[in-house]
């Protein structure tokens, strides 16, 4: 498996830190992390990750208006996305399908297994 | 041959001698004779004529007739002596000394030259006859309508009677009247009596059967009137013992006539004797007269009227008596029923205050609406809620009083309910104070005894702070589940790390431990996935989103996200799919089967089988999950579907249960229409089962 570059945006400075355990350890991917949609959208612009996991439920700039605007901005707008969500039901589900994003995981996840998990959701 | 001088002389000598003869005949006639000339003075009489005008021959002569008439008759006389015709008539004449008499006159004119035959006959006595016997018979039919008048005052028979014989007694100034009554055997007996003070009474006298045969009563019936003007007369052919009978109370003449009695429904127009209307004279013989005859003949049918009214009276009487007992039967049994009405209004009355009390201190609106959509009946909660009250709702429609706010979303659930179904929902209303409040609508249809909807009854209720308690509920369960998902995910995935020994080796008792740390993570995950899946269904937020699918693919799926677990259990999962199509959420029904097959494996003993199974039914499929686990009591098929019922607490806790899932299921298969439920066979397994509508 190639070496990929992610970015985790989620305020909790715990789940940042799991998911960068989580995922170097399972498949030695680098990690980038941002607290806030803001940070993140700057973050993916500098750094062009192949994937971002973008946390729903945050203060100020939800996960949604996160995507909406990462949608808005041309060179950022092809880097899949893939939701990590406390709302783990089926109606929320295809609202988030909706939306355009590439795949949702639901809270609570094992970090370990996400390399595998993104692998599948992005055909890697 | 004789000379016409001889001839003449002959003639005259003749005629003179034929007066002669007449003179004296004409001079004594009984008609007076009068010959008067044109002028109409009278130049002959004869003696009968001077004593009508008063007046001697001499002093008559010359005389003119008109003086003696009066002035009317006088001109109409003068008249009809100028028109030289024969005349009769009638006069009245006045006589020089001032007597009137009416007399009957012939006038016959010209019998000799110049002269006129005036005969005039004295009828003054003839009239006054005549007046006379018209006075008495006006009189008597005058005494005749004051004695039936004085009989028909009365409807009683006994005063008739008595007025009768007291009238003919004073009429006739007989000394003794009396009505005597004969009986059916023959004897009789008199029942009304008025006799002087100086002859004996014989009232209430029963006369014996021999002075009044059988005989004499038929003569009688048919009509015959006795006048005896003297009983001792053989003439009148009285047998000696009745001469004998009658002699003991004086009686000398005697006048009965008979009261016959018409019966109105007889077949035979023969009348009946009833009784005798007998006049007595005890002081002397007595010729009795037509009168008197026709006096008593004439009462007697009016006492004969009397009986038949008497009769017809004593009839109404009968009748009036035995229609007054109806009616007061009647009358009886209506006061009753009035009384008993009474009671059952005050009872009615009584109950309905007590209803109405009991529906007034109810803090929900209670209500009756006819067919019509009318009020019927409302509690005191509609003056306190809407500020409208009952007397003033009593006979609207319910548009009227729910306005175009709520109105609209009733009207389909009150056409329900007048179509015979109970209906129940939820709706917001605006309270007088402009509140929006949640409520719940029950309506029960009232039916009558054709089971024809009458009306319905209808309970609303506020559930506005329940509403509010849920959605507190259902936010703070949403709230805390997510809530709690971040820091578990920071857990899970750190102790998988920890126990991956990349950032260090722990010792077997750690390992151990962190394995603990590790399944209880897992499982509280579980938890808190079954909590948040259940309020979601509960608070209705999960919208079931029906499609075509295939019941064998959905089979399939489940079995296929199964079979790690089976193979974990060492347990066989065989599936025998069918094809069919369902209307259905397969995300949902997915999730009932994993549930479903999860539960069966994990209580199933290793080397057993689950078996997942399809039945197509007329209109639903049927889903069976059947173990070979040691079954479910009974008594608890039932309750399992509920929150945290599993049969054995410690032993699903073993199996990592979250004591949610059949509620959950429970749930998903309620919301497509479908039923579940559960079989079992203690120490041979179970079987758990639910429908799902097929596509028709």
């Known amino acids: ?29 680098e990690v980038l992390t941002a607290s806030s949609g803001l940070k993140g959208i700057e973050t993916a612009q500098a750094e062009q990750p192949d994937v971002i996991l973008l946390d729903v439920m945050m203060p100020d700039m939800d996960g949604i208006a996160t995507f909406k605007e990462l949608q808005a901005h041309p060179e950022v707008q092809k880097i899949p996305v893939i939701l990590l969500t406390a709302k783990a039901q089926t109606a929320e589900r295809r609202q988030f399908n909706d939306l355009g994003v590439s795949g949702v995981i639901t809270k609570p996840f094992n970090s370990l297994d996400l390399p595998e998990q993104i692998s599948r959701i992005l055909h890697w | 041959m004789p000379k016409p001088s001889q001839q003449l002389s002959a003639k005259t000598h003749q005629r003179q001698n034929q007066k002669r003869q007449l003179q004296p005949l004409l001079e004594n006639l009984h008609d007076a004779i009068a010959l008067i000339n044109n002028q109409g003075n009278l130049i002959d009489v004869n003696k009968r004529a001077c004593q009508l005008f008063g007046l001697s021959r001499r002093a008559l002569m010359k005389r003119s007739f008109s003086s003696f008439l009066t002035a009317f008759e006088r001109e109409s006389f003068a008249q009809s002596l100028r028109s030289g015709q024969s005349l009769i008539g009638e006069l009245c004449l006045c006589s020089a000394d001032r007597v009137q008499r009416e007399v009957e006159y012939s006038l016959t004119p010209n019998i000799l030259l110049d002269s006129h035959l005036l005969l005039l006959r004295d009828i003054s006595q003839r009239k006054a006859d005549m007046a006379a016997e018209l006075r008495r018979q006006r009189q008597r039919i005058e005494l005749f309508s004051e ?3 004085k009989i028909r005052q009365s409807l009683q028979l006994k005063e008739i009677l008595h007025t009768t ?29 008025a006799v002087l003070p100086d002859y004996p009474t014989i009232l209430d006298l029963e006369f014996p059967e021999e002075v009044f045969p059988e005989t004499y009563q038929q003569l009688y019936a048919q009509g015959r009137v006795r006048a005896i003007a003297d009983v001792q007369d053989s003439t009148f052919g009285l047998a000696d013992c009745l001469v004998e009978f009658v002699e003991q109370f004086q009686i000398k003449a005697k006048l009965i006539v008979p009261i016959v009695q018409v019966h109105p429904q007889a077949l035979s127009d023969q009348n009946q004797l009833w009784g005798l209307l007998i006049a007595h004279q005890c002081s002397s013989p007595r010729h009795w007269v037509e009168f008197e005859l026709e006096l008593m003949q004439q009462l007697a049918d009016q006492i004969s009227i009397a009986l038949a009214q008497a009769q017809f009276l004593e009839h109404l009487e009968e009748v009036v008596e035995t229609r007054t007992a109806e009616l007061q039967e009647v009358n009886r049994s209506l006061q009753q029923e009035i009384t008993d009405r009474k009671q059952i209004e005050a009872a009615l009355q009584q109950s309905e205050e007590q209803l109405r009390l009991i529906t007034n201190a109810m803090p929900v609106l209670i209500a009756y609406v006819d067919d019509q959509q009318r009020y019927r009946f409302n509690n005191k909660a509609y003056d306190d809620w809407l500020g409208q009250s009952p007397d003033a709702i009593y006979g609207s429609h319910l548009a009227q009083v729910w306005g175009v706010d709520c109105y609209p979303q009733m009207q389909p659930q009150i056409e329900a309910a007048l179509s015979g179904q109970v209906v129940a929902y939820e709706n917001e209303i605006v309270l007088k104070n402009g509140n929006r409040r949640s409520v719940d609508i029950t ?25 509010a308690i849920e959605r507190m509920k259902d936010e703070f369960i949403s709230v805390v589940s997510h809530e709690l998902r971040t820091p578990l995910t920071s857990l899970h995935s750190a102790l998988k790390i920890l126990a991956t020994g990349r ?11 962190l394995a603990i740390a590790d399944d209880s993570t897992e499982r509280l995950v579980r938890l808190i996935n079954s909590v948040l ?8 937020q999960v919208i079931i989103d029906r499609q075509i699918c295939d019941a064998a693919n959905l089979a399939i799926q489940a079995a296929e996200a199964m079979q790690a677990l089976a193979q974990q259990h060492g347990v066989s999962l065989v599936t025998q799919p069918q094809s069919v199509s369902i209307w259905a959420d397969a995300d949902y029904i ?21 078996w997942l199974t399809l039945e197509q039914g007329q209109s639903e499929v049927i889903f069976r999950v059947r173990d070979e686990g040691q079954g479910i009591p009974a008594d608890q098929l039932e309750r399992i579907f509920e929150r945290f019922q599993q049969v054995d607490s410690s032993d699903s806790r073993k199996k990592g249960g979250t004591g949610l899932g059949l509620t959950i299921c429970r749930k998903i298969i309620e919301q497509h229409n479908g039923r579940i439920w559960a079989e079992s066979f203690p120490k041979y397994g179970s079987i758990f089962s639910f429908t799902v509508p097929v596509l028709e």
């Open chain 2, 590 to 610: 997915l999730q009932a089967l994993t549930n479903l097959l999860s539960n069966a494996i994990k209580f199933s003993p290793q080397g057993k089988t689950v």
């Open chain 2, 443 to 467: 309506y029960i249809p009232h039916r009558d005894d054709q089971q024809l909807v009458k009306g319905f009854f209808a309970l609303t209720s506020d559930i506005s702070d329940r509403k």
């Open chain 2, 165 to 193: 014989v007291t009238e003919v007694q004073r009429i006739l100034q007989a000394d003794r009247v009396l009505i005597y009554q004969v009986f059916a055997n023959g004897t009789g007996k008199t029942i009304s009596e």
């Open chain 1, 1 to 29: 498996m190639l070496s990929k570059r992610v970015l985790i945006i989620d305020d909790e400075e715990t789940i940042q830190t799991v998911v960068q355990f989580g995922i170097k350890l399972a498949a030695g991917w």
């Open chain 2, 503 to 513: 950032l260090g080796t722990l010792s077997n008792e750690g390992q151990q431990m």
């Open chain 2, 147 to 149: 004695v039936t008048l």
């Open chain 2, 533 to 540: 899946d259940l309020q979601r269904i509960e608070s209705g």
